[in-house]
Structure formats: structure tokens, C-alpha cells
């Protein structure tokens, strides 16, 4: 009986020897290398919540740029509306408030940036990209109106 327990466990010890090497490489890989990780839907969701934060700020910093810029040229134009005729001047004026308006209106919805979820993010977005496109065209316009004056 003791042989036959000690040829069982010589027995366990020399399939252990034969399997353990192969499980090893195989959980590290052919030739040592290491496997890929398995990536989880936690650090998925994270990356993708990284990615959108980092998109937020990018994009937030384009658009204070070009709101600040819109500011200027406004500003630059009031203050070119003073050298025209009067009748130009009333339209211009005019024009100018509702630029003006227009502007103020942009810096809300440049507030709601700020927003949490991403699809209220993307129509502020939406918005604040198509706001100021009609600001730069209405500026383009009474700048040219005052060109040909």
C-alpha cells in the first residue's frame, strides 16, 4: 500500500512537471512574450469619458478664441461707425445692436458647454458653431456696406 501511494504521488509530481511548463507558456505566451490584457468595460468607459473631456476642452478653447475675436471686430466696427455719414451711421448702429445681441445670445449657449451629459453637449455645440458662423456673416456684411461708403 505505501508503495503504491508513494508510485501515485511520483506519479502527480511527474504530469505536474510535464503540464506546468506548457501552462506557463501559454499564459505567458509563445517565447516569454506577454499576452494582450483584457480590457474591461469600466476602463472602456472611462478611456471614452477621458476622450470626450478632452474634446470638451479643446473645442471650449476654439470657441472662447473666436468669441473673443468677434468681440474685437464688433468693437473695431462701433468705433469705425463713427466716421461714416449719418444715414449710414443710424443703419449701421442698428446693425451693430443686433451683432451685439446676437453676441451676448452666443456666450449663453457657450455656458451651456458646460453641460453634463454628451447630447447636451452636442446641441450646444451645434448651436454655439452655427451662432457664430451668422455673427462672422452679419459682421462680413456690414463690413463690407462700410468698405463701399
Known amino acids: 500500500m505505501k508503495k503504491r501511494g508513494l508510485s501515485v504521488l511520483i506519479c502527480i509530481f ?3 512537471a510535464c503540464f506546468l511548463p506548457g501552462f506557463v507558456r501559454n499564459a505567458q505566451g509563445q517565447d516569454g512574450e506577454q499576452k ?3 480590457v474591461s468595460k469600466s476602463d472602456e468607459t472611462s478611456s471614452a469619458k477621458r476622450k470626450f473631456e478632452e474634446e470638451k476642452k479643446e473645442f471650449e478653447a476654439k470657441v472662447k478664441v473666436r468669441f473673443d475675436e468677434l468681440g ?3 468693437n473695431d466696427l462701433t468705433a469705425e ?4 455719414g449719418s444715414k449710414m451711421k443710424a443703419e ?3 446693425e451693430l445692436n443686433e451683432l451685439k445681441k446676437k ?3 452666443l456666450k449663453k449657449e457657450i455656458r451651456k458647454l458646460k453641460a453634463k451629459s454628451r447630447e447636451e453637449w452636442e446641441e450646444a455645440k451645434q448651436k ?4 457664430g458662423d451668422k455673427i462672422e456673416e ?3 456684411k456690414l463690413r463690407e456696406k462700410f468698405k463701399s461708403e
Open 14 to 16: 511527474f504530469a505536474a
Open 36 to 38: 494582450p490584457k483584457v
Open 72 to 74: 474685437k471686430k464688433i
Open 81 to 84: 461707425s463713427g466716421k461714416v
Open 92 to 94: 449701421a448702429k442698428e
Open 103 to 105: 453676441h451676448a445670445a
Open 128 to 131: 454655439v458653431q452655427a451662432g
Open 138 to 140: 452679419r459682421y462680413n
